[in-house]
């Protein structure tokens, strides 16, 4: 199996970051996304919504979305679980994981892509991005509150939800939003998880 990924953004740093934890080696096929790649047509015959990553299973078959590859990855390697032992560990790990996904790290893209995007030819929508961070705060407040003392989102063990957010705070580093702004606790949780080798990326693009 291989991943076809642009490690800079947020789902393929979500899925590195997951497969970091798990301690899964994996393949990595470059999809410049700053040359257009993910809309070239050999690209789109692998996921016809042209974003990553992508996951190219043993069969040739291709898998999109990030979350769906994380399962399948789960179900694949159940050990260590990246979602818990127990059904209350499980729900818990997932409900985290979705305020996370849908609440912040999606929020986060649009509001970088609209305030100055990376990707060229994408203009700004001040509009969007102030929407966006106004619609930020409810979500970053309930995780903030949740997480308490423990050191991980779900408890005291990192799950699928520390990878997205982890994904969601460097991809905001583009905009220069400091997504943590005034939560100690997300500040301290964003500290110490920065500092796990499955957050360390190392690529280079074609010159």
């Not at 490690?7 to 257009?36: H, I, S």
């Not at 609209?114 to 961070?133: D, F, I, N, T, Y």
């Not at 997205?164 to 702004?181: N, P, R």
Request: glycine share 8%.
């Amino acid at each position: 199996m291989k991943i076809h990924d642009f490690p800079l953004a947020p789902n393929p740093r979500k899925v590195r970051t997951y497969l970091g934890e798990k301690g899964l080696a994996m393949d990595f096929v470059l999809v410049n996304l700053l040359a257009g790649e993910h809309k070239s047509a050999a690209f789109l015959e692998k996921n016809p919504y042209g974003n990553v990553p992508v996951l190219e299973m043993d069969d040739g078959s291709f898998l999109s979305e990030s979350l769906a590859i994380i399962e399948y990855l789960e179900e694949r390697h159940p050990e260590p679980s990246m979602w818990g032992d127990t059904a209350e560990q499980r729900a818990r790990a997932r409900r985290t994981e979705r305020i996370a996904d849908l609440g912040v790290l999606g929020r986060v893209g649009r509001y970088v892509h609209a305030h100055k995007s990376p990707l060229p030819g994408v203009p700004q929508r001040p509009q969007v991005a102030e929407l966006m961070l106004e619609e930020l705060v409810r979500p970053l407040e309930i995780l903030e509150a949740e997480i308490g003392d423990h050191p991980f989102l779900a408890g005291n063990r990192p799950t699928v939800g520390d990878c997205t957010l982890f994904a969601a705070s460097t991809f905001a580093g583009f905009s220069q939003l400091d997504l943590f702004e005034g939560k100690p606790r997300l500040q301290r949780w964003c500290a110490a998880f920065s500092e796990r080798p499955s957050t360390k990326v190392e690529f280079s693009l074609p010159s």
